[in-house]
């Protein structure tokens, strides 16, 4: 349904989340001249380079390319930056483009509801605040997921998630315990294992490891890329390209000689385990980037550390001396680190959102979270996400991948403070035709090649951007408005 053009108005949007994208739509609607709140509910930004803060944490896309389009970073202390530096970057965006005054730190978001053709934003502390759009900058890898372990409460020792790790409990000496091999896990194996007198690692599943050694750049490369930003351009879009066309291609045709190549480079990094024995239990039964690649050039040294031990026997359960697995071997600990990963279908979850009549969002999303182009739901006008439900994700830059998503959600905003339309969100045919494309084209991909992983939903479909990311871009350029109910 369309009307005629209303009067141009002055638009308020709400951002939910002050983590990578919600910094990156703050500085973006300050350039557009629009006002607008930000909601954070820790009380700095940053996301989830604000939420861990493990030994060894490191991000594992290139770092320079990891950065704001509008505000490269020359000063990266190595090609896989570490935590601290990445957490830093955020909160130096945020005080450079000025926008930490217009964050509302410390007041969660606990319910979004779109009444009279505006949204209705209430906190954890009761305040209320009414907005014309929302963008849900939430990210996914906040909410983690602690594993269901009997006798857990039982350990006399330290016990926490990886992302919520108690840097006052000493590691240097101890015997440490990890449970979980993903990204996290190799980086803590290879911080802590030089640290600790017994690292034990326990495996439930083996991962494919792609070797990247991390560069660090000196002092004269660093001033190199200021005096050149040309320069250092050249650079990012050098591993952009080289990702692009590798492993974002590979991952979309089980068949591409790309995702052969992969499964090379993973193998060769494999057979530098030297114990067979050990070499065979860290072999995966599945296909190299069927799970998300652990990128590490350091994980398989470390786990051959005498002080290293793999067990692959299941956790029967926690006891107050340790972990003891189904082969009856008890495993003494003074530390046990969950390393077991975050609930990733939440979004803006555990927020209540109610959308035109009240309709639910937990009710829409009951079977998975879904979304027209990963940006929009109908029924939810002027309801926005970056990093949304079938966003492409992998070993490449999320920056960039919300930087597109922003852009076309800012388009969309546009023709609200023309007074183009009052409200605007896909229709439900849109989302249909794009979901059976979307879960047609994922028949094709790697993740569907035998293995279990966060990319899956419950249905066993990939929760992700199943076309070329070509397609991305080229979605994200202009919304097709046949594709949009306005009102």
Request: negative net charge; aromatic residues 10%.
């Amino acid at each position: 349904m369309s009307k005629a053009k209303q009067t141009a108005r002055a638009i308020r949007v709400a951002v939910i989340g002050a983590g990578m994208s919600g910094v990156l739509a703050a500085i973006r609607l300050r350039q557009q001249g629009l006002d607008f709140v930000v909601f954070e509910k820790a009380n700095r930004v940053g996301g989830t380079w604000r939420e861990n803060t493990y030994p060894g944490l490191a991000c594992d896309v290139p770092a320079h390319w990891y950065t704001y389009s509008f505000a490269r970073n020359p000063e990266w202390g190595s090609l896989l930056a570490a935590g601290p530096e990445i957490f830093d970057y955020f909160q130096r965006m945020s005080r450079q483009f000025d926008v930490e005054q217009k964050i509302r730190f410390g007041d969660e978001v606990m319910k979004l509801e779109y009444l009279d053709g505006r949204w209705t934003v209430t906190t954890a502390s009761g305040h209320q605040d009414r907005f014309d759009v929302v963008i849900a900058a939430t990210g996914v890898l906040h909410h983690p997921n602690i594993p269901k372990f009997d006798g857990l409460e039982t350990f006399k020792g330290a016990v926490f998630h990886s992302a919520r790790w108690d840097h006052d409990v000493p590691v240097d000496g101890k015997r440490i315990g990890v449970v979980g091999t993903g990204s996290t896990a190799a980086q803590i194996t290879a911080a802590l294992v030089p640290r600790a007198s017994k690292f034990t690692l326990f495996q439930r599943t083996a991962q494919w490891v792609m070797p990247r050694p991390n560069i660090v750049y000196s002092e004269d490369e660093k001033a190199t890329f200021r005096a050149d930003p040309a320069a250092l351009e050249r650079l990012v879009q050098q591993y952009r390209t080289r990702t692009i066309e590798g492993y974002a291609t590979a991952v979309l045709d089980y068949d591409s000689p790309e995702l052969a190549e992969i499964q090379r480079l993973c193998s060769e990094n494999l057979a530098t385990v030297r114990d067979p024995e050990l070499r065979a239990r860290l072999t995966p039964g599945y296909r190299a980037a069927c799970k998300r690649l652990v990128i590490s050039s350091e994980f398989y040294p470390a786990i051959q550390q005498p002080n290293a031990e793999l067990v692959t026997a299941g956790i029967q359960r926690i006891e107050s001396e340790g972990v003891r697995t189904d082969d009856g071997v008890l495993h003494e600990l003074d530390l046990l680190v969950l390393a077991t990963g975050f609930h990733t279908d939440r979004f803006v979850r555990p927020a209540k959102v109610y959308g035109r009549g009240g309709i639910d969002l937990d009710k829409v999303w009951a079977d998975a979270p879904v979304a027209y182009l990963a940006v929009t739901v109908p029924e939810f006008p002027n309801f926005f996400m970056l990093g949304g439900p079938n966003s492409p994700v992998g070993n490449f830059s999320l920056i960039e991948v919300c930087e597109h998503q922003l852009a076309y959600i800012l388009r969309l905003i546009d023709g609200l403070s023309a007074g183009d339309y009052g409200e605007v969100s896909a229709t439900q045919a849109a989302l249909d035709r794009f979901e059976t494309e979307r879960q047609e084209a994922a028949k094709r991909t790697v993740w569907v090649t035998g293995c279990n992983s966060w990319y899956l939903d419950k249905q066993g479909v990939p929760a992700s951007w199943t076309f070329t990311y070509g397609r991305f871009v080229d979605e994200m350029a202009t919304p097709k408005m046949h594709d949009f109910e306005t009102r």
